[in-house]
Nanobody, 119 residues
């Protein structure tokens, strides 16, 4: 069994910052990519940022220049540093991982961590 454990969500004022962490655990042979998605009430889940095992990154236009994704694959962990947070960043943030396991490629989602940006 493989699972993703997220941490770092919470309440922050506009202009503030947070760092999210996501660690994958289980019998993992390799990591193809990890990333973050978010979903606000009434909206569909959207991509925030992803990073491949080669270090290539991809960001949503709405967060580009404010958020930074990084990883420590030796620890099976991905991070999301969020700066200059805006109220519209409020959402449940979900960690995502594309992994190589015994049965082949596997996509895994975390349970989500709530980020609230409010004064």
């Amino acid at each position: 069994q493989v699972q993703l454990v997220e941490s770092g969500g919470g309440l922050v004022q506009p202009g503030g910052s947070l760092r999210l962490s996501c660690a994958a655990s289980g019998d993992i042979f390799a990591i193809n990519a990890m990333g973050w998605y978010r979903q606000a009430p009434g909206n569909q889940r959207e991509l925030v940022a992803t990073i491949t095992n080669g270090g290539n990154t991809n960001y949503a236009d709405s967060v580009k220049g404010r958020f930074t994704i990084s990883r420590d694959y030796a620890k099976n962990t991905v991070y999301l540093r969020m700066n200059s947070l805006k109220p519209e960043d409020t959402a449940v943030y979900y960690c995502n991982a594309r992994l190589l396991v015994a049965l082949g490629d596997l996509e895994v989602w975390g349970q989500g961590t709530l980020v609230t940006v409010s004064s």
